[in-house]
């Protein structure tokens, strides 16, 4: 069974940076797509980026020039590196896994708060 845990949210002030993790356990098969999404209350969870099994990867309009998706299959973890962050960019990420096996995380709380 594979799981996903996230780690590395928290507090920043606007402009600052963050870098999100997600660790993943338990065997992939490719093809797959992995990616990071965003949720605020009342409102549905949007894809912020994703990245292949091939490392293609396909940001956001709302997030490109400002973020980075990428992965490490050593350490299997992928990463979300967040710069020049918004007080629009608060909300819970989620790790996700897409294909022959899906899997969520549980999320972690990116705060951007002066």
């Known amino acids: 069974q594979v799981q996903l845990v996230e780690s590395g949210g928290g507090l920043v002030q606007p402009g600052g940076s963050l870098r999100l993790s997600c660790a993943v356990s338990g065997k992939i098969f490719s093809p797959y797509v992995m990616g990071w999404y965003r949720q605020v209350p009342g409102k549905q969870r949007e894809l912020v980026a994703k990245i292949t099994s091939g490392g293609m990867t396909h940001l956001a309009n709302s997030v490109k020039g400002r973020f980075t998706i990428s992965g490490d299959n050593d350490k299997n973890t992928m990463y979300l590196q967040m710069n020049s962050l918004k007080p629009e960019d608060t909300a819970v990420y989620y790790c996700?896994?897409?294909?022959?096996?899906?899997?969520w995380g549980q999320g972690t709380l990116v705060t951007v708060s002066s």
């Open positions: 996700n896994l897409g294909g022959l096996t899906t899997a």
